[in-house]
């Protein structure tokens, strides 16, 4: 592991995002793991109560967020492997290029990552993505999800957040988003 001097001073290991790798291991664990209860336990298309607001309904979603596509005859199952594969290898590279102490950086990419890869997981090996959380409110149900669109959705808003509020903090403490030198 080569060590590099950032401008603050410090040392910081080039290589410190596997640290952060470990929390994308959970998130894709805990993803397939509740998919794979999901499939075992619910029918197809039949909600199960949980509370109000709440059902357990299995879906498969063949397109992307939102079933965007999801009814386009197949082709899309090959283009959102690769886009999402694309988009898996610049987040890690961004992770591995990130200081593993700036953690407003690093846990929304670790979440990205870790959502990434479980939906491309489904998305390869099915070729369609298991979801089966349903919140609904009345008659308006949001589309289904999983647990990696969760880590997905939080690693957004949490990203979008820090280059709104914190990024410019630490280009001027003369560390540009938190990466490292080099």
């Known amino acids: 592991m080569e060590a590099v001097k950032a401008d603050s001073g410090s040392e910081v290991s080039r290589w410190g995002g596997w640290v952060w790798l470990l929390l994308s291991a959970v998130i894709i664990l805990l993803d397939q793991w509740t998919k794979g209860i999901a499939v075992a336990s619910l029918q197809y298309q039949v909600s199960v109560p949980v509370v109000p607001g709440l059902n357990w309904t299995l879906v498969h979603n063949q397109g992307g967020a939102f079933s965007f596509l999801s009814d386009h005859g197949g082709w899309q199952r090959w283009f959102f492997l690769v886009v999402s594969s694309s988009v898996t290898v610049v987040l890690i590279e961004w992770l591995r290029r990130t200081a593993r102490h700036h953690w407003l950086l690093c846990l929304p990419l670790a979440l990205l990552i870790g959502g990434a890869i479980?939906?491309?997981?489904?998305?390869?090996?099915?070729?369609?993505?298991?979801?089966?959380?349903?919140?609904y409110y009345g008659q308006w149900h949001?589309?289904?999800?999983?647990?990696?669109?969760?880590g997905i959705t939080v690693g957004?808003?949490?990203?979008?957040?820090?280059?709104?509020f914190w990024a410019r903090k630490f280009d001027k403490g003369g560390e540009a988003h938190g990466r490292t030198a080099g």
């Open 156 to 164: 957004i808003v949490m990203l979008i957040a820090y280059e709104l």
């Open 118 to 135: 479980g939906n491309l997981i489904d998305r390869a090996r099915l070729g369609y993505v298991i979801d089966f959380v349903d919140v």
């Open 142 to 150: 949001w589309p289904a999800f999983n647990v990696a669109d969760s």
